[in-house]
């Protein structure tokens, strides 16, 4: 069995649906007062992935996306990565700003800045979530956006993250707007001594014994 299957069992999985759709749903609201229309959004999956499957999660190592990456200090310290397939990135900024990106690779001021927005936004609510269910305060730093092939956008990234877990946790959010459709995915890298912390608290808050 390996690392993900020892830690987290199925009612932490739940756990972790349950602080995804309480996310969702606040970032929901953060986004529509932001572009002053209804978004909706919703989970579609989550899951506890190694980090060397997270390219493949994405679509394979070369599958081109616009991540935005920000560090995440508290009791549970990492780094927080959104990830959007970059071909749909311009119908995103139309979403966000009313006006459609061209060239997704050559990002106007107001679309980058819509798009680390709109991936500190759904941090921010996630991490408010794991507070709001785990009792574990976290903040995120000001996010950064690259745009790349997903392999290189994680060797660049995680670079800062020198001493991490081999492990990734990962909701899977839909956003909608009228007849639009766009899946972005949020990905908690924890640095090392973070997961137990994290497997703790789910512990205490589940009323379940701890792993040791």
Known sequence: MGQEAELFNDFQLDALKE??????G?????LSQMVGRRVDMSVTQVQVLKTDGIAAFLGGI???????????YGEICGIALVFFPLDRIGELC????????DDPFVLSEMGQSAIKEVGSILTGAYLSALFRLMN??????????????AQAVLDTVLVEL????????????????NDKKLTGSFFLLPETGSLRKLFNAFSKTLGLSGNG
């Open 26 to 30: 606040n970032a929901a609201t953060a």
């Open 19 to 24: 602080i995804g759709n309480i996310g969702a």
């Open 136 to 149: 574990l305060q976290m903040i995120h730093g000001v996010p950064g956006l690259v745009l790349d092939m």
């Open 62 to 72: 070369e599958q081109n996306v616009a991540a935005v990456h920000m560090p995440v």
């Open 162 to 177: 020198e001493q991490k877990e081999e492990i990734a946790i990962v909701i899977e959010t839909q956003f909608l707007e």
């Open 94 to 101: 139309g979403m966000l700003v009313g006006k459609r990106e």
